[in-house]
């Protein structure tokens, strides 16, 4: 029987910012957009615009209700829900958030960043402790050559990785 692998954001800077999901997503939203610029005034034989393409935008990826659950253990969410709110601070040192590889199990997903984190209390002890928490992330693809971040040995270390395993085409 194989062991559950557990959803995870591994942080290319610093282990400890690194977020394993408690309870895995069960949908994951992908969305990949192309930019294009319209020719205004120019035209084809049948009278539409031209357009001029210009390049795919980075990937997105949703993970809506992911859930934080810890009544069962009677102590507050807080403390999960603090690894996520880390996710959209700036790292110390650098002018721009962690950067993250998203994998589940042995599939990788994406080279990203938190662009947009919302979370929701949902449950709650009778003194006001909050016991569960659902957790909306959107993710969006980034190129580790544009971070500054090369050649520090932590991300050295997450490219072996990440270059190890095989990527999702998207």
């Not at 949902?122 to 969006?140: E, H, Q």
């Amino acid at each position: 029987m194989s062991t559950l692998k557990k959803a995870e954001l591994i942080c290319y800077e610093n282990r400890s910012l690194s977020i394993k999901f408690m309870f895995n997503p069960t949908e994951i939203k992908f969305t990949r957009q192309l930019n294009y610029n319209p020719s205004e005034g120019a035209r084809t034989d049948q009278g539409l615009n031209k357009v001029n393409f210009a390049n795919p935008a980075p990937c997105t990826l949703d993970i809506s209700n992911i859930i934080i659950d810890t009544y069962e253990k009677g102590s507050s969410v807080t403390p999960h829900i603090q690894k996520f709110l880390k996710s959209v601070r700036f790292v110390k040192g650098l002018q721009r958030p962690p950067i993250y590889l998203f994998t589940w199990g042995k599939q990788t997903y994406l080279r990203c960043f938190v662009q947009n984190l919302g979370y929701s209390l949902t449950m709650f002890l009778p003194d006001g402790t909050p016991v569960r928490a659902t957790v909306n992330l959107s993710l969006k693809e980034i190129d580790l050559r544009n971070t500054g971040s090369i050649g520090t040995p932590a991300v050295e270390a997450a490219m072996r990785i990440a270059n190890a395993r095989p990527a999702q085409s998207s």
